[in-house]
C-alpha cells in the first residue's frame, strides 16, 4: 500500500518581528540620549583678573626659498638672526 508524502511547506523567513524589534531598541536609544544632554549643573564663580592688558597681535611671514634663503617678513635675514 502506498501513502502520499505530504508537500512540504516552503520556508519562509519572516523579518517583520526583526524590524519591530530594532525599531523599539532604536527610540530606547535615541530618547535615552536625549536625557544625557540635559545635565543639571552646579553654579561656579569663575576667578577674574583684576589686571591684564591687551596684547597685541602682529604676523610674522617666514619664507625658505628653494635655494635655501631665508626671508622675514619679505625681507632677507640671515639663519642665526632668526
Do not use: C, H, W
Not at 526583526?18 to 535615541?30: E, K, N, P, Y
Request: net charge negative.
Amino acid at each position: 500500500m502506498y501513502v502520499p508524502e505530504e508537500p512540504e511547506e516552503e520556508f519562509e523567513l519572516n523579518i517583520i518581528p526583526m524590524i519591530d524589534v530594532i525599531f523599539a531598541i532604536l527610540t530606547f536609544f535615541i530618547i535615552s540620549s536625549l536625557f544625557l544632554t540635559r545635565s543639571e549643573s552646579l553654579p561656579v564663580n569663575l576667578p577674574k583678573a583684576d589686571s591684564s592688558k591687551v596684547q597685541e597681535r602682529t604676523r610674522i611671514t617666514v619664507t625658505v626659498e628653494a635655494s635655501g634663503e631665508l626671508a622675514l617678513n619679505r625681507e632677507a635675514i640671515a639663519l642665526d638672526n632668526l
